[in-house]
């Protein structure tokens, strides 16, 4: 990895300047607000809230005088999270993580081709020894993007389309993002290089082709995670993502009005390097998804299915050569219904399925692994929490979304959840009874979410909490947690500028 802290004073040069530019943003909205305030000291709470939403939020481009040509774009976020009750193997007690994220994107428009760069700076604090740790909590200061886009070129669906090609590091999200997504709770955004072509028709028809590599991220190293230690990510030319995305809007005009369909296949097809040794996973995964989208008064639709095939090792070890044939699955179903009344209530039910590996001993690999889609929209709260994956679950729910007004929104999700193989692993506690006695049933999960806009557009605060109550499974398996629950709370802050 091409480490860059040969200055023993640059990581601490950079982590101040990353913490000035909070502060300073931070500083620079609040007043923008007090000052909003003092404008109108006569005026009713709901006037002042009125005339601040009306209020142009503060964008860093038009504070420099950027020229029309130049983009500039940014983020800082800060949050506070806190754990009771440890449920993964080995671990004991609570935890508690500060986390930092700061995202920064400089794009120049040249006419035919547009250049864009986003800088990424991730950091945690307050960890100690059980804190699970990863370079999915800690990447300072590194390029997340280094892209060139060429927009309106000519389409391949019909008189009309026209098409976008990116090439170079960029970020990717797809339809649902289950299948590949730029995350948005976690602390560190994947990114990929290579080439994503997006087409688009008159009516709204997308078709999307992705050829992309895996950015590796650094550090991975748990003494370099903990010092914040700075270390370039590196691409993964060994495993390559390919994938065809076609979405259509209005599939059943005559029967279902507003019915999105979309058919997809994506693929994975990797091999050892010197630096990076992988299971030499080979996948394709065809799918498809209805969906149709949450308004007051109707019902509203997603179900999305997958099949995986191919092949793959049990590990990554060099020495392991057997091939094990791989016949995964994944489908979620979700119906609501969204009311036409004051906070416009919205109630679903949901259920998600990722298949487990039912014989540990023999050749076949029948788990569905989450590779590069997300999870927390679905599922659970994750970070330092997460008990939940798309991986060897099944999980029956349901879901309650508010919006009082465009300030405030929140939900409430619960989820009956179970390993679809009573063999296999609970995938994110690495828990096993491989004799399958110690039954299915993970326990029940409760997560909730409030975000407001303290400044609209610019400072957004955000509080959730979960609780994991333990089922059969998770009390009596092998080396399980002790106690019968894990309670997991964060408070989050966001200036966008």
Known sequence: M?????????????????????????????????????????????????????????????????????????????????????????????DQLL???????????TGPVSFGIELQDSRTYLGDADTPLSSSFTNPLDVLQLYARMDALPGLLGQGSDSQLVLGRQTVSIGSKRQIERVSYANVIKSFTGAHWTHEATRGDQLHLVYVVPTGRFPDIRADLDANRLSGDEEQWGRRIWGVHYRRPDILPGMVSDLWGELFAYGLNERDTSDVPTPNRSYVAPGARLYRKPIAGRWDLDVEGALRQGRRRATSDPGDTQPLDVNAAMLIAVLGYVFDAPWQPRLSLEYYFASGDDDPNDLDFDQHERLFGGRRTDLNNTSIYGPLTPANLSALGFRVQVTPNARWDGWFQYHAASLASDTDQWVIARLRDPSGQSGDFIGHTLDARARYWLVPDNLRLELGASALIYGGFTKDVPDGPDGDVTLFGYAQATISF
Not at 4 to 22: E, Q
Not at 99 to 109: H, I, N, T
């Open 99 to 109: 986390l930092f994220r700061s995202l920064l994107l400089v794009e120049a428009d």
């Open 2 to 94: 091409g480490d860059m802290s040969a200055s023993a004073g640059l990581p601490g040069l950079f982590a101040w300047v990353s913490k000035a530019v909070r502060v300073g943003c931070l500083i620079g909205v609040l007043g923008m607000q007090s000052s909003a305030w003092a404008q109108a000291p006569d005026r009713s709470q709901d006037q002042t809230q009125n005339q601040t939403h009306n209020q142009a939020p503060f964008r860093l481009e038009t504070a420099v005088n950027a020229p029309d040509w130049l983009t500039l774009r940014g983020e800082t976020r800060m949050r506070y999270e806190t754990l009771d009750g440890q449920f993964r193997a080995g671990g004991s007690g609570g």
